[in-house]
């Protein structure tokens, strides 16, 4: 009873717990930029299960008291770690309606919200200038973009050799082949889970300093095994340096081969927004699969990405759900047919919001002001004493390093950058990740929030300069 009656008075009094929200969130944004990008992740779990409840307001003070002030600053115009979105403002109200109309997005038979899904699909093939013939859904992440794509291109693959995996598994074939120059991990971890193993990705070489798969090796590589299915993953957009696999010469391989391309463009498929990096993704319309995520570039709250596919039929025999009950002609095979879930939140509002707000206007703004902020955060590193670009800027990832203080033969190592990075977080103006580029110990700062501007360089700038001599002091 007494659960029921706490519900009770906070629907009752459920503007007054709203308005908190409301509250907590306006001032989560004015302190923002003064937040520290990164927060000591340690506590000592001090709550258990209340026996009664507390009620709504007492549970968000008592979250407040607790935690909000030692979440990072992960939504502002300096974190720089990984390639960490924001979310605009549009997208924030549609993400809290998502929650107010709870539908289940797992068909389209019993609510409108289904074709809303379709229309933002539609919507985003315009933005990314994609023909008709792709069809897609939404997804947690381009992860499971990714799954979804290759789970299409394992169904196609073992058909050429006449095994319907769906149905029959894997284990009479033989090992598939996957080719591709510089994957995304989560391509990996895809294989995995898909069956397919790590191993059956065949490393294809890159042009010489870059990401960027040789053709004439992919060319090889796909004459060698003409006989057997393969599937090229071709990279729009690493995470190191923004390189891009030539797509279009990669699409052209096809008339001569018969694979499957499936493209990871997780972030780089925004070049599309813009007139001055679009030629980056030409080809793109080529591919069989495709993937892309929102909760990066276009700047919708965690978790969101799309799968994009022009074979909606391999993906049904992949990911139909109880076949007995729908039978064999599906009219309209909707989500539950089409993606690993089967309930499934409306994840499309947020997209659907922040589309119609900001229209393909406010995406080449995002993507323009991005990368301009990139380009003059590599200039500056270009003319630095104290760090080397190890990578033109692409596009909105600056890929650089530490120039070595000590004796030439002293290489630079991991925990070189690992100490830099430690001094850069306790600063807590910027925060940046690590990485390995071609061998050597790298630092990444990527830049996808709509928040970033022009002054952001200058405070990230000088915290740069800060933490070297800090580290250096050290050192
Ligand atoms: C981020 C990223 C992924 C994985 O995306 P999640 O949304 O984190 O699952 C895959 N590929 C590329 C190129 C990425 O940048």
Redesign the pocket.
């Known amino acids: 009873m007494a659960m029921v009656s706490k519900m009770q008075a906070d629907q009752q009094d459920l503007a007054a717990l709203l308005n908190r929200v409301v509250q907590e969130s306006l001032q989560f944004f004015a302190g923002l930029e003064e937040r520290p990008v990164a927060a000591q992740a340690k506590t000592e779990a001090v709550e258990s299960l209340p026996s009664d409840g507390r009620g709504g307001l007492q549970a968000l003070e008592r979250f407040q008291q607790l935690y909000a002030k030692k979440l990072s600053a992960s939504a502002g115009p300096r974190y720089l770690g990984f ?1 960490t979105g924001g979310a605009t403002p549009a997208s924030i109200a549609g993400d809290w309606l998502v929650s107010v109309y709870d539908q289940n997005l797992s068909g389209i038979s019993d609510s409108i919200a289904g074709y809303v899904e379709l229309e933002t699909i539609a919507m985003l093939r315009e933005l990314f200038l994609l023909p008709d013939d792709f069809s897609g859904a939404f997804v947690s ?4 973009a ?1 799954f979804v794509g290759l789970a299409q291109a394992r169904q196609w693959a073992a058909r050429k050799q006449g095994v319907d995996v769906a149905n029959d598994g894997l284990y009479q074939l033989p090992p598939l082949k996957i080719a591709s120059g510089a994957p ?1 991990s ?1 391509i990996y971890k895809s294989l995995s889970m898909l069956g397919i193993g790590r191993k059956s990705m065949h490393l294809i070489p890159c042009q010489p300093n870059r990401e960027a798969i040789d053709i004439a090796a992919l060319r090889a590589f796909l004459e060698e095994h003409r006989n057997e299915p393969c599937v090229v993953v071709a ?1 729009a ?1 690493t ?1 190191n340096t923004v390189d891009y696999d030539d797509l279009a010469a990669i699409a052209r391989l096809k008339s001569d081969y018969a694979f499957w391309l499936h493209v ?1 463009a ?2 780089g498929g925004f070049a599309a927004c813009s007139p001055r990096f679009s030629h980056l993704v030409n080809g793109l319309e080529h591919a069989d699969s495709i ?1 892309i ?1 929102a ?2 570039w276009l700047n919708v709250p965690y978790d969101s ?1 799309m799968q994009f596919t022009r074979h909606k039929s391999l993906q049904v025999d992949v990911f139909q759900n109880n076949a007995a009950y729908l039978g064999s002609a599906i009219a309209q095979p909707e989500f539950a047919h089409l993606t690993p879930e089967n309930s499934r939140r409306f994840r499309a509002l947020p997209a659907w919001f922040s589309l119609q707000a900001y229209g393909r206007a406010g995406y080449k703004e995002i993507v323009e002001s991005n990368a301009e902020v990139a380009r003059l955060l590599g200039e500056k590193i270009a003319g630095s004493d104290s760090f080397e670009l190890l990578a033109p800027v692409r596009l909105n990832v600056v890929c650089f390093s530490l120039k070595r203080k000590t004796r030439a033969e002293e290489s630079l190592t991991m925990n070189d950058i690992t100490r830099f990075l430690g001094q850069l977080s306790r600063d807590g103006r910027v925060f940046m990740t690590p990485t390995n580029y071609q061998g050597s110990p790298a630092i990444r700062a990527a830049f996808s929030n709509w928040r970033t501007v022009g002054q952001d360089v200058d405070v990230i700038w000088q915290a740069l300069c800060d933490s070297f001599a800090e580290y250096s002091r050290e050192g």
């Open positions: 390639v992440g381009a992860t499971m990714n995304h989560s990279n957009g995470v990871d997780a972030f993937t995520d909760h990066k990405a």
